[in-house]
Nanobody, 118 residues
Framework: QVQLVESGGGLVQAGGSLRLSCAAS????????MGWFRQAPGKEREFVAA????????RYADSVKGRFTISRVNAKNTVYLQMNSLKSEDTALYYC???????????WGRGTQVTVSS
């Protein structure tokens, strides 16, 4: 059973930065594609960023492109989301997810809260 634990969230002023981490256990992290998602109050969960198992390919939602960077260190079983130039609309609960079967995200963490004050 794969377990994902997010950390690094918090309260930050607009224009500031945060780095989220997601630590994986219970499986073979180095073969999983990984993603970050977020859900704001009253809104549906939305895709933020994804990275392939090797780290060779990444993709981003248009709303975060140029501001957020996803990366991973397979030796540490960890994926990161560096968030710069934060805006109030980035306020949400951020989740990481693992795509093990290449058919969708199979495992999810419980999330870490990011609050951006304007």
């Amino acid at each position: 059973q794969v377990q994902l634990v997010e950390s690094g969230g918090g309260l930050v002023q607009a224009g500031g930065s945060l780095r989220l981490s997601c630590a994986a256990s219970g499986g073979t992290f180095s073969i999983y594609h990984m993603g970050w998602f977020r859900q704001a109050p009253g809104k549906e969960r939305e895709f933020v960023a994804a990275i392939t198992w090797s780290g060779g390919h990444t993709r981003y939602a248009d709303s975060v492109k140029g501001r957020f960077t996803i990366s991973r260190v397979n030796a540490k079983n960890t994926v990161y989301l560096q968030m710069n130039s934060l805006k109030s609309e980035d306020t949400a609960l951020y989740y990481c997810a693992a795509d093990i079967t290449a058919t969708g995200y199979d495992y999810w963490g419980r999330g870490t809260q990011v609050t951006v004050s304007s």
